[in-house]
């Protein structure tokens, strides 16, 4: 599929559009959650609510942990490649020759 830049302008015209709509939308409406998890987790706290917050944790942490981890392995990846490119380049040769 070719891209024309009529088709590359109203692309653009709609990032615009969706970024100045998420960003006009007032701040409660985006920060409203689920009404029955509010309900059921205010007052004193016991073993569900500590339970509930350890969850929460969880759930945060492991977008990171999952886009760290890819992010490490493309680092060491690019590095063992690089290294190895100069190991190519220099004309060092480990290997024994048999006469």
């Known amino acids: 599929m070719r891209i024309t830049p009529l088709t590359f ?3 653009g015209l709609a990032a615009i ?3 100045l709509g998420v960003v006009t939308l007032p701040s ?3 920060a ?3 009404a ?3 309900t059921a987790l205010d007052g004193p706290v016991d073993p569900l609510t ?3 917050n ?3 944790l969880f759930l945060m942490a492991t977008p990171y942990t999952v886009v760290g981890t890819v992010g490490a392995w493309i680092y060491i990846a690019s590095r063992r ?3 190895h490119l100069e190991h190519d380049a220099s004309g060092d040769d480990d290997t024994v020759h048999e006469l």
Do not use: D, P, Y
Request: charged share 10%; with cysteine.
């Open 81 to 83: 490649h690089q290294r």
């Open 50 to 52: 500590e339970a509930f």
């Open 17 to 19: 559009f969706a970024i």
């Open 32 to 34: 409203q959650g689920c």
């Open 9 to 11: 302008i109203g692309l």
């Open 36 to 38: 029955m998890c509010k």
């Open 28 to 30: 409660t409406a985006l």
């Open 54 to 56: 350890v969850s929460s």
